[in-house]
């Protein structure tokens, strides 16, 4: 198949999809779990969530900057209208532009939370349980977080436990369809509170912690941290800033209205615009 084949349609049929999975797996099989993120002009999307729109103009905004680049933070499919066209979308951007577009792994790129939140039906009734599978192997791949020349750290969720450095990040298997790792786990289900602790428990699962000011300082420290973006949490402006503006949270859906959408422009010196999409 060549590659103007892989142009993206909303009706790929269930072996274009094969293909493109697998190119998307080959691509990421191999690089690290924290990658390089540049430093200059990045637009970082955070959680899609099946929303096709929100995906598109994502799409848009790359193509009308030329020379910028795209950091997806995850959570492409489950709970929206169009989850196999949004998921598709994005596969295709990160091979027809390998060197702009960088997809990172959410909490829902997961079999087993897939399974319960829409993307398995959908694609098992659409096409085969045989094609999910394929998409699991693009989940088991997708790199875990990025982190930039000038510090700006990008992951879905946030700050780990016990991590004090970025070789602990690099030495993790992530390799699995699911998070047996606690490491990658929390990388991609914490969330930030603006509060004066450590970490404690969250509601979210029994192995998920939410993050205070404390653990986000010395992680922040540890590993040469100035700005951390991260997805997974949907604030009604699509974005929110934690910590003196050094965390910000960002949703690129809109829950049917209930999210203004956003996607976060980087430059740099890390000056931030956030753009409404
Ligand atoms: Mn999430």
Redesign the pocket.
Known sequence: MNKSSLLWREDLSAAEIQELTSLVADKYKDAPNLIVAPDNDVFYVG?LHGELKSALAARDLLLDNQGSCMIFLG?YADRGPQQVETFNLVLSLAIEYPTRVFMLR???ESSEIARVYGFYPTVSERYSHGLFDSYCRVFEVLPLAALSPEGLFAC?GGVPERVTSSEQIQEIDRFHPNFPDDTAFQLVWNDPREADFRFRQSYRSDRAREFGRRAFEEFASNLGIQLMIR??EAFENGYQYFFDGRLMSVFSASYGGAVNPKVIRVRNGLKIEVVSI
């Open positions: 959680d959570d959410g909490n829902h879905h997805g997974h």
